[in-house]
């Protein structure tokens, strides 16, 4: 039985015992010249003792138990708990250090990618600056071709214009040599030859 069957036991075969005139008005349990009332004080005393024996030798024993198990399970919680919280903080150590080394392998793999994008950007750029180029000095020399043939038709369309107006207005045909060599100056002074 638990410890307050028994108390209650005990006390239900206590209650038969008292004397009815215990019942009476007043509190005759302090009327100490009455004595009915020395020998309820005994019959207290001697329960008092039945349980205090009883609980101290049964029940109390059984509750000291309960509590020094109860205090070592909460220690071993305790402990483990501590053991739980030192590996966590190395699990978050460990994260935090797997993240950082993450983070600047990601970095130099960016910064890699970015170096190799740029290199190759500066080789297709040479790559078109030399081709610009060489179609820079194509356009060039096709431009001074034209130049020089434009040149010399507008040397030859002066020359023999020059020739047809002196003829016609002198009547007589004009050196040639010397006509070419009057434009050409000509030609020269204006910056077209």
Known sequence: MKLSGRIILLLAAGLPM????????GMPQLDFKNPM????????????LVLY???????????????????GKISRDLDDARSAKIAADAGIADADLATAKARADSQAAIAAALNEAKAAAAAQAEILNVRLEKQLQDSEAQIGRARSSAMNAL??????????????????VPDAARLDDAIGSSMTARGIG
Do not use: H, K
């Open 155 to 172: 040397r030859q369309v002066a020359t023999e214009t020059a020739a047809t107006v002196v003829t016609r207005l002198t009547g007589s």
């Open 18 to 25: 008292l004397p009815a005139s215990a019942m009476a008005e």
């Open 37 to 48: 009332t020395i020998s309820q004080v005994v019959w207290g005393a001697l329960i008092f």
């Open 53 to 71: 024996i009883v609980l101290s030798r049964n029940a109390l024993p059984i509750v000291a138990s309960v509590l020094e198990e109860r205090a």
